[in-house]
């Protein structure tokens, strides 16, 4: 028996694992294509024999101590099945994925986003859950509406959730009441006010940060978010034709209130233009901000007594603007085109790993689901989890369960889900800045952006 | 007779067929070499810019000819971030030649630590990019940059700006950054090149009455001007295809203030996913790096100066 054959029955037998069969593989001197061929016939044999199963899984850099635990358990409670795990950067995330994806990188289940569903689908890098995994149909009933419409595409739904939240209104209560202030503002224009109070008092000279870098994806929700807020706070018909670029529209409104208080009133950080979701809380932590627009976790964040002395003082309040309406958005699991490829046994191991972090049997849910609630405060997509009294009572030592539940309920997916809404967003983002800063009208602006919409949508 | 030669040649011609076999077999890996890692990817980005390649549409790719060279060529991005680019360039080249000149006089001098100095000067050369894009955002942070903190410490500012969220201030940023970075391989370079100037000609410059500023006129400047040359070339290349900088520390923002035109062409192919454009980019920005390189060629053609 050459050492080849010992390698191989070793593999097919689980007692080495893929990437070992590699090393020792090179070690013997065969070349990576002769160990790839080996490799695709004995994943062929696998899923014949039911053999042990490798699931690649990879993330966004969050939470890596916590995933790896969560990875541990599951493959103490499967033994047959192994998880390579890898992270990657939030701010390239897509870029990554959209590489891995093209050069066909092995990726079996990974992180993704409402933004780039639509995309990736059409793609046929993902693949439906619910055509794989049946349990996936009947946790549909249990979602906040944002949640099913931020992971459906074409009617089937192509992930569980990791987490769901919202972009919520926070302030610093302490500002408020040195300021005199009886409460939040209710309006923009009463926000304007308000922090113009609190910047001649000398509390905060510039009130408001906002999450306005253009390399972070979550800028176009922060923006969107404030377009939702307005009466007829939407960005396209039914039909996704636009209609943000309708002179004196929410978008027009909401560009006008951001440029005015970049350049006029100068209550808004201009430092916001570079500002990514730490810097932003970071700033709020430093008692220099007093409003902020930001993912509702952040708020257990900024009121950890722990790492913040002003902690406690951080309040959420609904959007303001008349129908207070905001973006809800979920980043779900997914699985690839690549898994479904590799067949039965994979499938399988795959189902098992999303029952484990993301999924619901019965009325219980998921150990996964439940600590990235009640540990880091993330947003969920499930109605009836804020029935139980754990997640509850860990929600209420940093913020108020019934304005979080409130918010995502008045919470809408982003306008214009469409597999062409990536490349919108990063075109929209430039635009968008060049519009606060006064380089080009609102309306050259809002233009631009639904020229771009028009041209991505013939094409 | 002829026939007789004839026979004779016989074993040389085989000779030399062999020796000519031996080195086509020779040279073969190399040239396989070459031709995977080079000739391949550039005959397909050549495939690429002339199909619609669209990532998000992978089953729909017809031949389109020339159509990306022109919606490419007919984009106002190709504009702006050309002339950002340019902007770019024309700030930054200069800085970097006359940061190297400066500190290559400077280390050309003996004191103490003059040799500790000539290896501490290639450090940020040295550093990755990206690690260098990252130091530099820090320090032009608006909120808590270092370059704040000094500024406002020496009471030069009185309020913290925001350096990277205006667009004249970002630009100054990123030419900083540029400057930084790759400063230190100018001096390096021009280093040598003041170390092989003899010392005769400073001695008859002297003798005929030329000081300092003279010498270097009359003296310096011309014996530097083919290492010069290469310096200002390469420095343009390295300006013009600059992203590294741009993807770690501004995002191509504020709007689209440092959005060069290597951005433009990223973002094409990572952002838009339309690897057509992004390829007809490429070989657009190539095409004019060469007319830029041969105008230089021709402008600064040295005369017979060793």
């Excluded at chain 1, 902020?292 to 950890?304: D, F, G, K, M, R």
């Excluded at chain 2, 990532?55 to 031949?63: E, K, M, S």
């Excluded at chain 2, 973002?267 to 980019?281: D, P, S």
Aim: charged share 15%; hydrophobic share 45%.
């Amino acid at each position: 028996m050459s050492d080849l054959d010992v390698l191989v029955n070793a593999l097919n037998a689980g007692r080495v694992s893929r990437r070992e069969f590699v090393s020792r593989g090179i070690a013997l001197g065969l070349s990576t294509t002769v160990l790839g061929s080996v490799l695709a016939a004995c994943a062929q044999t696998a899923q014949k024999s039911g053999g042990p199963v490798d699931l690649t899984f990879v993330t966004w850099s969050y939470g890596i101590d916590t995933i790896k635990s969560n990875i541990a358990k599951f493959e103490a409670q499967n033994p047959n099945t192994t998880v390579a795990f890898q992270d990657f950067s939030w701010l390239n995330y897509h870029d990554t994925m959209v590489t891995r994806f093209v050069g066909k990188t092995p990726t079996d289940l990974a992180y993704s986003s409402d933004h780039w569903l639509q995309e990736w689908a059409a793609a046929g890098w993902l693949a439906p859950l619910e055509d794989h995994f049946s349990q996936v149909r009947s946790y549909r009933a249990d979602y906040f509406p944002y949640v099913t419409s931020g992971m459906t595409y074409n009617g089937k739904v192509y992930g569980i959730p990791y987490y769901a939240d919202t972009w919520a209104f926070l302030y610093n209560a302490d500002h408020l009441q040195r300021a005199g202030l009886s409460g939040p503002p209710a309006t923009w224009d009463e926000l304007t006010e308000q922090a113009k109070t609190i910047k001649s008092k000398g509390i905060a000279n510039y009130p408001v940060i906002l999450l306005f870098a253009q390399d972070d994806p979550g800028s176009i929700e922060v923006w969107t978010s404030m377009v939702f807020s307005r009466t007829d706070g939407h960005l396209f018909d039914s039909s996704f034709h636009p209609v943000f670029n309708q002179p004196g529209s929410a978008a027009a409104k909401t560009i006008d209130w951001i440029s005015g208080s970049l350049r006029d009133t100068k209550i808004l950080d201009p430092a916001s233009l570079q500002s990514q979701e730490i810097p932003v809380v970071k700033g709020m932590e430093s008692g220099a901000h007093t409003f902020t627009i930001l993912e509702t976790y952040n708020q257990a964040e900024l009121n950890n007594p722990g790492v913040n002395k002003l902690a406690g003082n951080f309040k959420m309040a609904p959007m303001p603007g008349e129908t207070q309406g905001t973006v809800g958005y979920v980043r779900f699991y997914a699985a690839t085109g690549q898994l479904i490829n590799r067949g039965a046994d994979a499938v399988g191991a795959a189902g098992k790993f999303l029952e484990y972090f993301g999924g619901k049997t019965g009325d219980q849910f998921s150990p996964v689901v439940k600590r990235w609630a009640v540990e880091n405060g993330l947003g969920f997509g499930w109605k009836s989890l804020w029935n139980d009294a754990e997640v509850k009572t860990a929600f209420n030592k940093w913020g108020d369960s019934a304005m979080l539940q409130k918010n995502q309920e008045l919470a809408r997916a982003k306008d214009g889900l469409t597999k062409f809404y990536p490349s919108w967003d990063v075109f929209s983002r430039t635009e968008l800045q060049k519009a606060y800063l006064g380089q080009v009208s609102t309306q050259d602006a809002l233009k631009a952006m639904a020229d771009k919409w028009n041209e991505l949508q013939k094409a | 007779m002829a026939g007789q030669v004839r026979r004779r040649a016989a074993p040389g011609q085989a000779s030399s067929h062999r020796e000519r076999t031996y080195a086509y077999l020779t040279l073969l890996p190399a040239l396989l070499i070459v031709a995977g890692f080079t000739v391949y990817p550039l005959v397909y980005s050549v495939y690429l810019s002339l199909h619609r390649e669209i990532l998000t549409d992978p089953l729909n790719h017809p031949f389109t000819g020339l159509t990306n060279y022109a919606q490419v060529l007919g984009s106002y991005y190709l504009v702006s971030s050309t002339l950002s680019t340019i902007i770019f360039a024309a700030l930054a080249v200069p800085a970097v030649l006359a940061f190297g000149l400066a500190v290559a006089l400077l280390l050309n001098q003996s004191f103490a630590g003059s040799a500790f100095l000539r290896v501490v000067i290639l450090l940020p050369w040295a550093m990755p990019a990206v690690i260098s894009g990252i130091v530099w955002r820090w320090i032009f942070n608006g909120d808590y940059g270092v370059l704040n903190n000094l500024l406002s410490s020496l009471g030069i500012i009185h309020q913290y700006i925001p350096w990277l969220s205006t667009p004249a201030t970002a630009r100054a940023g990123l030419v900083v950054a540029q400057v930084w970075r790759e400063g230190p391989l100018a001096a390096i370079f021009l280093l040598a090149a003041l170390q092989t100037i003899p010392r005769e000609l400073y001695s008859a410059a002297k003798v005929d009455g030329g000081g300092g500023w003279s010498a270097f006129r009359h003296v310096t400047l011309p014996m530097l001007r083919p290492t010069l040359s290469i310096v200002l070339i390469y420095e343009t290349i390295v300006a013009v295809v600059t992203f590294d900088l741009v993807y770690v520390m501004t995002g191509g923002g504020p709007g689209d203030a440092t959005s060069l035109i290597s951005w433009y062409a990223y973002t094409e192919v990572f952002k838009f996913v339309n690897l057509g454009h992004g390829a007809a980019l490429a070989f657009l920005i190539a095409a004019a790096l060469v007319v830029v390189i041969l105008i230089y060629l021709r402008a600064l053609r040295s005369e017979e100066l060793y």
